[in-house]
């Protein structure tokens, strides 16, 4: 549980709220820190306290609200985005741009204003609804819409980043950028993100993998899933030139997932004419960049795009047949870490020690 900014996690133990009728109860088994966790916890995103965060939940449903028909209890299922299924937004298939996307994930209650936590302390209401899940827990109330059913032939604790950093750099490949074999792309920022669109970009055929990333390990680590060219810019005075020496006369796609203005333009410098650049980087609310209008006018797009653009229902199964033919190792940027030590996995995702750390439940 957050409590105060900027502070480790306390575990604490806490009742759950009855399930309401659109509501599945989940025991997780784990739980990827990704990103937007941080975000919350050094108070980028503003966000209501006490909190439980955590959303990249997985595990086993254990009861369900009166009117759930997809899942049932002993079902194995990941957790992702809250969505609400109905908006015009959502009906068109694209819940990531739902038009109660910020109420639903970042609130720390349900709609109706109430929250499914309550602390030992005098009944004290504890913000849960961390995207529809708060999965930083061994038990947490998730809505049907959010809870994707998954085979149960594959490591359920290791499948939540599925639910939200994994989706997100695969399913902006996939479903945005739509790379296709023989394509050419550039992956700037290898975290669990970038990484996984590195792994997408050569399920599809991609064709240079570009990769650049400051920290020798992670460009290693790219090439082994799929990179062909690595670039450390702290190496390289003319980055994009020299990038142009092995693409010329430039990549079809470019994916930003830091999110500073210097990148998000060599994005755009690296593509050729025309050629589509997407931005997943978030560097907080307030983030003005400077392009040069000029390499839009060459017939090319700039995208920014929120969880890859995915229909998790869709694209988590997907991604999961895709893992098992061995299309997907995913699981290579998972270290496991058992939940009482989970500020010590925070710690190790901030330092970059490890790609995608995974708090999982004995
Ligand atoms: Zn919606
Ligand atoms: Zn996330």
Request: aromatic fraction near 4%.
């Amino acid at each position: 549980m957050l409590r105060e900014i900027d502070q480790p996690l306390s575990i604490e133990e806490v009742e759950l709220d009855e399930l309401q009728d659109d509501e599945v109860l989940v025991e997780i088994k784990g739980a990827g820190i990704c990103h937007t966790d941080m975000t919350a916890i050094d108070g980028t995103v503003p966000l209501p306290l006490p909190t439980v965060l955590g959303h990249e939940g997985s595990g086993v449903v254990a009861a369900v609200g009166a009117a759930v028909t997809s899942v049932a209890p002993g079902d194995h299922v990941v957790l992702s985005f809250g969505h609400c299924g109905e908006c015009r937004i959502c009906s068109a298939g694209r819940p990531a741009y739902c038009e109660l996307f910020a109420p639903l994930n970042y609130f720390g209650t349900r709609l109706d204003g109430s929250v499914t936590l309550h602390g030992h302390d005098h009944g004290e209401d504890v913000h849960g609804n961390w995207f529809q899940q708060s999965s930083f827990a061994s038990r947490a109330i998730a809505k049907a819409t959010n809870t994707v059913k998954v085979p149960d032939d594959v490591p359920i604790e290791l499948l939540g980043p599925l639910g939200c950093g994994i989706q997100t750099g695969a399913g902006t490949v996939l479903n945005v950028l739509r790379a296709r074999e023989g394509e050419g792309i550039a992956i700037f920022g290898l975290g669990g993100v970038g990484l996984a669109a590195v792994m997408a970009a050569k399920a599809v055929g991609c064709a240079p993998i570009v990769a650049v990333d400051t920290n020798p390990e992670r460009l290693a680590l790219a090439t082994e899933l799929g990179a062909t060219d690595v670039f450390d810019p702290a190496r390289h005075r003319d980055l994009v030139w020299d990038v142009m020496q092995i693409a010329a006369p430039g990549l079809d796609h470019a994916f930003d997932t830091v999110g500073t203005g210097p990148v998000v333009r060599q994005c755009l410098e690296v593509l050729r004419s025309p050629g589509h650049a997407a931005t997943v980087g978030f560097q907080g609310l307030e983030n003005e960049i400077t392009i040069d209008q000029g390499h839009l006018m060459l017939g090319r797009t700039l995208s920014g795009v929120i969880e890859g653009d995915s229909d998790p229902q869709q694209l988590i199964p997907e991604l999961i047949a895709m893992h098992r033919a061995g299309r997907f190792p995913f699981d290579r940027l998972i270290e496991t870490f058992p939940f009482e030590r989970i500020n010590d996995a925070l710690a190790a995702s901030t330092a970059g020690r490890v790609v995608k750390p995974v708090v999982v439940f004995a």
